[in-house]
C-alpha cells in the first residue's frame, strides 16, 4: 500500500503532462527537419491566444535544445535571427515570470557573435532587459536570467554594451541595499566587470560613484579589495585615467573619517544605530585605504602633492577626536603590516602582545611547529638579492614621513588617553626602527621627532599632563630600543638549536635531553642545509 501511494503522484504528475516546475512536457523530435521545429515553436511562442504560459514555457525550453542540437546555422532555421528575435522579444512582454526568464535565457543562447548582438540592440531589445532588471516582484529567477544575458553581451562584445541597461544596473547598484534588493552585490560585480572592459559607458552614467559608494557599505574584505581594485585598475592605465575624477573619485573612501559627522545612509539611519554604522563605515574605509596602498595606482593618488589624502589622513591626528585617532593608527598598522597591540594601560603588557618571539597558535606540534616559529624568528639567508617587501615599506614610509607621520603620532601620544598613547608610542617605536633598518642614510632626518619629544617632557610652558606624557613616551621608547636590541629569542629548543646565531655547543644541547639521538641526528643534518 505504501509503494501505492508513493507512486500515485508520480502517475498524476504525468497524467498532467507536467514537470517539477509547472511546464508542460512539448515533446521535441530531433529527427525531424530543423525548419519544422523552429516554425512550430517560434508559432507558439509568438501567438496572443490559445496557447498557455506553461506551454509556451515548454517551446522555449525547446528552442534552446534544439538551437544547441543543430548549431547557429541561419540556413537551417527556417528563419532569419531578426525574425526570430522579434518573436522572442514578444515573451519578455509576457504576464508570466517563468515565460519572461525562458525567453531571457533563450536570448542568451542565441547571442553568439557581434552579428547577432548588433540585430538584438537594434531592436531594442536591451530596454525590455533593463525592465526585467528593474522589476522587484519576487522575480528572483527572471532577473537571475536577465542578469546572465547581461553577462554573456559584455563577454561577446563589450564595447556595445547598451546604457539603457547600464542605468538599470548602476540604479540598483547605488539604491538596492536601502530596498532590500538581494540582486545588489551581483549587479555591482557587473557594474565592476564592465568598468574594466567599457569604462567610458560607467564613468558617463555614474557608475564609478556607485562602486566607491559600495566599497564604504561592504565589510567583506575580498569584495571590498576587490571593488577598490576597479577603480585602481583604471587609475594605473593612462587611456582610462582619463574616466576617474582628479581629486574626487578615490578620496571618496576617506569620508568616514575626514568627515566628523558622516552618516552614510542618512535617511534610513536611526538615531540609535548611528554609532554601529560610524564602525562598519570605519571598517570598510580601512580596509579600502589598506587596499589602495598596497597599489602603486593608489599610493601615486594619495601621496602627490598638493591637497593630498595622505595629507588629509595625518592631518587628522592633531585632531582630539580619540575615535579617529583609534581607526587612523590601527589603519597605520595594516599599512605597515605590523601586529595591532592588546588594548592596555600598561605598555610592558602591549609590547609583550605583539612580540614575535611570543608563543602562537601556529607554532603547536599539531600546526606548523619548528617550521612556522623558523619563519619568524630566524634572520633570511638570502644577503644578495632585496626584499621586494622592504622596497614597498620603505617607499610608503618615506612618503608618510616626509608628509610629518611621526609628528603627528608625538601629538597622538601626548595629548591622548593612556590607551591610546600606548598604543601610539608603540607604533611610533616600530616605524622608527624601521626606517633605521630599511631606508637609506640620506632619509635619516625623520630622527628629529624624538627632539621634539625630549623639548616637551622637559619643557615647563606647557600642562604637567602633557609633560608627564612625553616623559613616559620617552622611557617607554628606551625600553623599546632595548628590547629591539636583544633581537628575538627562539620560544622552542629546536629552533634554538637550529639558530645560526646560537653560540652554544651542539654536544652540550644533545646532552640535555636523553634517548633522542636520532632527532638531533636529523637537527644536526638540518642545520648544515641552513
Known amino acids: 500500500m505504501a509503494a501505492s501511494f508513493r507512486g500515485r503522484p508520480i502517475r498524476s504528475l504525468r497524467m498532467r503532462g507536467r514537470n517539477d516546475s509547472g511546464e508542460e512536457n512539448v ?54 535571427y531578426e525574425e526570430i528575435i522579434v518573436c522572442l522579444r514578444l515573451a519578455l512582454l509576457n504576464e508570466a515570470k517563468e515565460v519572461r526568464a525562458a525567453g531571457l535565457r533563450a536570448l542568451r543562447y542565441l547571442i553568439k557573435d557581434t552579428n547577432v548582438l548588433q540585430k538584438v540592440l537594434r531592436l531594442q531589445v536591451d530596454y525590455l532587459i533593463s525592465r526585467c532588471i528593474d522589476i522587484q516582484q519576487s522575480n528572483e529567477g527572471e532577473r537571475t536570467q536577465a542578469l546572465r544575458l547581461v553577462r554573456k553581451i559584455i563577454t561577446v562584445n563589450a564595447m556595445l554594451f547598451p546604457t539603457s541597461i547600464a542605468n538599470s544596473l548602476i540604479a540598483v547598484g547605488t539604491d538596492g541595499l536601502q530596498e ?23 564613468a558617463k552614467r555614474g557608475g564609478l560613484s556607485t562602486i566607491l559608494k559600495s566599497v564604504i557599505d561592504c565589510q567583506l574584505s575580498r569584495i571590498n579589495e576587490a571593488l577598490i581594485t576597479t577603480i585602481l585598475h583604471l ?35 536611526a538615531e540609535g544605530q548611528l554609532k554601529e554604522d560610524r564602525e562598519s563605515r570605519f571598517l570598510s574605509s580601512r580596509m579600502a585605504i589598506v ?39 590601527e589603519v597605520l598598522y595594516e599599512i605597515f603590516r605590523l601586529p595591532v597591540p592588546i588594548v592596555t594601560h600598561d605598555f610592558t603588557e602591549a609590547l609583550l602582545s605583539v612580540d614575535p618571539a611570543r608563543f602562537q597558535d601556529t607554532w603547536r606540534l599539531s600546526d ?51 590607551q591610546l598613547a600606548v598604543r601610539a608610542t608603540i607604533l611610533l617605536g616600530e616605524l622608527l626602527h624601521m626606517a633605521n633598518t630599511i631606508l637609506p642614510h640620506s632619509h635619516s632626518h625623520h630622527l628629529h621627532c624624538l627632539p621634539t619629544l625630549i623639548n616637551m617632557a622637559a619643557s615647563f610652558d606647557i600642562s604637567q599632563e602633557k609633560r608627564l606624557r612625553a616623559s613616559a613616551a620617552v622611557n617607554n621608547l ?36 636523553h634517548g633522542h639521538s636520532e632527532t638531533f641526528m636529523l637537527l644536526r643534518t638540518q642545520k648544515k642545509h641552513l
Not at 522555449?60 to 543543430?70: A, E, G, Y
Not at 540582486?183 to 560585480?189: D, K, L, W
Not at 582619463?242 to 542618512?266: C, G, K, S
Not at 601621496?303 to 589624502?309: L, P, T
Open 478 to 513: 628606551k625600553r623599546f630600543h632595548e628590547k629591539k636590541k636583544k633581537g628575538l629569542k627562539p620560544y622552542s629548543l629546536c629552533t634554538w638549536i637550529t639558530s645560526s646565531e646560537n653560540q652554544f655547543p651542539l654536544k652540550t644541547a644533545e646532552s640535555l635531553i
Open 291 to 329: 587596499a589602495a596602498f598596497r597599489s602603486w595606482s593608489g599610493i601615486i593618488n594619495l601621496c602627490k602633492a598638493g591637497n593630498s589624502g595622505i595629507q588629509s589622513l595625518i592631518g587628522l591626528l592633531c585632531i582630539p577626536n580619540m575615535e579617529v585617532r583609534k581607526g587612523l593608527l
Open 368 to 418: 606548523g611547529f619548528v617550521a612556522a616559529e623558523a619563519k619568524v624568528i630566524l634572520p633570511h639567508r638570502a644577503r644578495s638579492r632585496p626584499d621586494l617587501m622592504d622596497n614597498y615599506l620603505a617607499f610608503v614610509l618615506s612618503a608618510f614621513i616626509t608628509n610629518g607621520l611621526l609628528e603627528g603620532i608625538v601629538e597622538v601620544v601626548t595629548s591622548s588617553d593612556d
Open 180 to 202: 532590500r534588493d538581494r540582486m545588489v552585490r551581483a549587479a555591482i560585480a557587473i557594474v565592476c566587470e564592465l568598468a574594466l572592459k567599457n569604462p567610458e559607458v560607467v
Open 27 to 80: 515533446p521535441l523530435d530531433l529527427t525531424r527537419e530543423p525548419s519544422e521545429n523552429f516554425r512550430e515553436i517560434v508559432q507558439n511562442v509568438a501567438k496572443p491566444h490559445g496557447v498557455s504560459n506553461m506551454r509556451k514555457l515548454g517551446h522555449l525550453n525547446n528552442f534552446i535544445k534544439l538551437l544547441c542540437s543543430v548549431g547557429h546555422q541561419e540556413e537551417k532555421f527556417g528563419f532569419t
Open 235 to 269: 587609475l594605473n592605465h593612462p587611456h582610462t585615467r582619463q574616466f576617474v575624477r582628479v581629486d574626487v573619485e578615490l578620496e571618496q573612501i576617506l569620508a568616514p573619517f575626514t568627515d566628523f559627522h558622516y552618516r552614510h545612509n542618512a535617511a534610513d539611519t
